[in-house]
């Protein structure tokens, strides 16, 4: 109880530490006009207040992620709760910052435009194409995800295909309509349950004195599955995910103030890492121990869930509990669809103002994802993981570069840059999904590789600050 009470309060603390450090360090300038009003389009640029991004934000990146994901980084035991708040504070926070203000300095430019930017031409295709598979699984995923949950919620009455179609046309609607006509209007109600789910578990755990084990960093997985590299691809969103980085511009685009950035996009992974704080912890304290975990979650993380929160709130509390569970995946998968469509239509460079413009590039998006529904979940959050913590490298050595060109401290991004490099490397060279080599071999391979990453940056950064790349608007696509 004690780990997971200091876990909570030190993400608290890292907002107002190291988050103001970060901040600092970028230096936001408020007098300097967001793309919200030198882009202004109303559909994808325009403003909107601090409150209602700051809660976009939140539900935008809080899919799933970190619900499902620490619940099945749960079986490796307390360890899980170092990853969660180092992770978040020094890696995730500081991965959405510095991606969503320096979106915000390049007229809200999505993650494959700013690749090709800061690290080339060649980088800016395989982000393009990294970026829209990973919004295609994540919004599979968070199609499939919800669907689940709401056809047991319901007891079967429902078909799980009528509720998928249900799910779909919003999705369609929230990917084509201006920004502030379904996402800016009822995110306001799906906050609310989300902060009654998130609360009223967390809540009741310390109440009822759950028995959360403190920190160890003995690995407690009862298949033994290495801790390196499998937990910080199991434990992505709440600590570190590449998906917020297809997010964050989403709201570069309708951010009015620069001095607002700190609290939308780094406040926003800090309350992400403590609903991943809360489930871990009710995952490892409610099922007697992993082994028992690893039996429930034979029916999938949903049913975790859902007898966590009928355990913990009773039934009308936890019906409402897992419906603010429900919320997260669909707030993210209708903004994982408009994200994808917004990257496209960058790449392409095609004007959004016009539906029809929007309409053609979204439906094929919408028949490669109801294809995708067909395959299994497990097999998709694998291939999901790695795609996500990919592009959470990216995003990084982009952050590195911009700090870089700026002679600002680097190191911040860099550093873990560098370690999920490694780790992301290590994963597809052991992986069966990857190349399935030997766990010491991967190893190996993967530190040679990360070293060579790293020469080839620092060859290529010093060229870039020679040539004086600008740091600010010269992105010239409009959305």
């Not at 919004?135 to 669907?147: H, N, Q």
């Not at 600002?408 to 490099?421: A, D, E, H, L, R």
């Amino acid at each position: 109880m004690y780990t997971f009470i200091a876990g909570v309060l030190l993400l608290i603390i890292g907002y107002f530490t190291y988050g103001k450090f970060v901040e600092k360090v970028f230096g936001p300038n408020s007098e300097r006009q967001t793309p919200a009003f030198t882009r202004k389009d109303g559909v994808d640029y325009l403003p909107m207040s601090e409150k209602k991004n700051s809660l976009i934000q939140l539900l935008n990146i809080a899919g799933v992620g970190p619900i499902f994901g620490p619940i099945m980084g749960a079986l490796y035991g307390p360890v899980a709760f170092l990853w969660i708040v180092l992770g978040c504070i020094f890696a995730g926070a500081v991965h959405d910052y510095l991606t969503g203000m320096i979106s915000i300095r390049n007229r809200g430019a999505h993650l494959p435009e700013l690749a090709g930017k800061f690290l080339g031409k060649f980088m800016k295709h395989m982000v393009n194409f990294f970026a829209v598979l990973l919004l295609l699984l994540v919004g599979t995923v968070f199609v499939t995800a919800p669907a689940g949950l709401l056809h047991t919620l319901m007891d079967g009455s429902v078909t799980m295909g009528l509720i998928i179609a249900a799910i779909f046309v919003y999705y369609l609607l929230a990917t084509l309509l201006p920004i502030d006509k379904i996402i800016g209007r009822f995110y306001p109600a799906f906050g609310a349950l989300l902060l009654i789910s998130a609360v009223g578990v967390g809540g009741m755990l310390i109440f009822t004195g759950a028995p959360i084990p403190e920190l160890s960093l003995s690995n407690m997985h009862p298949d033994n599955a290495p801790i390196f590299p499998l937990l910080f691809l199991t434990i992505s969103c709440g600590a570190l995910s590449g998906f917020h980085a297809t997010q964050t511009p989403i709201i570069s685009r309708t951010t009015q103030n620069e001095r607002q950035g700190r609290f939308i996009f780094y406040g926003m992974m800090i309350a992400e890492g403590i609903i991943a704080m809360i489930w871990a912890a009710a995952a490892m304290s409610m099922f007697d121990g992993s082994t028992g975990l690893k039996e429930i979650l034979a029916g999938g993380p949903g049913t975790v869930v859902s007898e966590v929160s009928i355990a913990l709130l009773g039934a009308v509390g936890g019906t409402l509990a897992v419906l603010g569970v429900i919320v997260l995946p669909i707030t993210s998968g209708d903004t994982a669809f408009r994200s994808a469509r917004m990257i496209i239509a960058d790449y392409l460079n095609i004007a959004q103002t016009k539906i029809a413009s929007r309409l053609w590039i979204a439906i094929p998006l919408f028949v490669l994802s109801f294809a995708l529904t067909k395959i299994d979940f497990t097999l998709l959050w694998r291939y999901f993981s790695w795609a996500n913590q990919s592009t959470a490298v990216i995003a990084l050595w982009v952050a590195t570069m911009y700090l870089f060109i700026a002679k600002k401290n680097y190191w911040i991004p860099m550093i873990p840059g560098v370690f999920m490099t490694m780790t992301t490397f290590t994963y597809i060279l052991n992986a069966q999904i990857g190349f399935g080599l030997s766990l010491n071999i991967s190893y190996i391979i993967a530190a040679v590789t990360t070293v060579a990453v790293i020469v080839i940056f620092f060859n290529a950064a010093k060229k870039a600050r020679a040539n004086n790349i600008p740091l600010e608007d010269s992105i010239s696509n409009v959305a």
